[in-house]
């Protein structure tokens, strides 16, 4: 299997296309493979890629013994319940703090939120936390690979505060607010 850095260094040198959807799906147009997944679709896909495969099967059993499973994979706001019942995990683990390859799960009190793989820990200090991230998403982040205007899988720098009142999450794109949020780091097992 491929390790993090093997995956995504080989992921990001072939002839690929991408938009921000929530289909999830990958089609083949002209001999590229073009993605179009949101980012718990993506991030679910690149874990089965890299074998992965027992950490999802678990956790779709824990979804779906609690009737939250939906089209078969996971969203960012099931991981409040599931942090909330982590230790029933064998796969799973929660941290307070990132590691290159682990997941960033941020869910905002609205119920809505956006996940990513820690690809880069560029700061990290008592109260900030400055990351490089792969997602897919329809708001690039600072320092993005993807062009201006462009959605779907790419690389990007966002950054995290702690503060008294909890977690406060900067996509670094101008268009978004800075919100609070639940934050998880997460990593699994194989």
Partial sequence: MNTH????????????VSEY???NYIDNIDG?????????????WCMAQMGYKRALVELRKF??????????????RDFTFIHE????????????????????????????GHCMFVDKIIKNDK??????IIDSTRYPHKNDTRANGQTGI???????????NGWIYDSQNPALPIRTADIYFVSATK
């Fill in 154 to 164: 790419g690389i990007g720098d966002i950054e995290i505060t702690y503060d008294n």
């Fill in 21 to 23: 959807n929530h289909s």
């Fill in 127 to 132: 109260d900030k936390i400055q990351l490089r």
């Fill in 32 to 44: 590229k493979k073009f993605f179009r997944m949101d980012c718990s679709g993506f991030v679910n």
């Fill in 5 to 16: 850095n093997d995956f995504f260094k080989d992921f990001f040198t072939t002839d690929f």
């Fill in 85 to 112: 019942h982590k230790n029933e995990f064998k796969h799973w683990h929660f941290t307070d703090t990132p590691t290159h390859g682990c997941i960033l799960v941020v869910v905002f009190p609205d119920g809505n």
């Fill in 63 to 76: 979804l779906q013994q609690h009737d939250f499973i939906k089209i078969n994979r996971f969203y960012c």
